[in-house]
């Protein structure tokens, strides 16, 4: 048990060295594969807007419109609300195990 603690251990070290290099998205350990990612979500969305009109810093902002909640309208209206292009399919993936 303290070996396989110990591993956990030194896996996490070398990730994390990993990371601090600047590899990250995609690199593969010997302890598995390691992925970077980032979540940027506004505390304040008011104030984040109001400084992207004074500003002018309109590349802050995307233009994309929730998934979830029109998801939830094609269910309901059973069209997208205009101007939207809606489409559901299903996403197979598998990868190669070892040999």
Avoid at 14 to 26: K, M, N, P
Avoid at 45 to 59: D, V
Avoid at 60 to 78: F, G, R
């Amino acid at each position: 048990m303290e070996k396989q603690r110990e591993r956990a251990r030194n896996a996490l070290r070398h990730e994390d060295q990993v990371f601090r290099r600047g590899h990250g998205s995609g690199r593969q350990s010997r302890s598995g594969n390691c992925a970077c990612a980032r979540r940027l979500d506004p505390d304040n969305w008011k104030s984040t807007l109001e400084y992207i009109k004074i500003h002018g810093f309109w590349a802050l902002l995307t233009n994309a419109v929730s998934k979830e909640i029109v998801k939830d309208y094609v269910k309901e209206h059973k069209a997208p609300p205009p101007g939207v292009k809606y489409s559901e399919y299903r996403d197979l993936a598998w990868t190669r195990g070892n040999k």
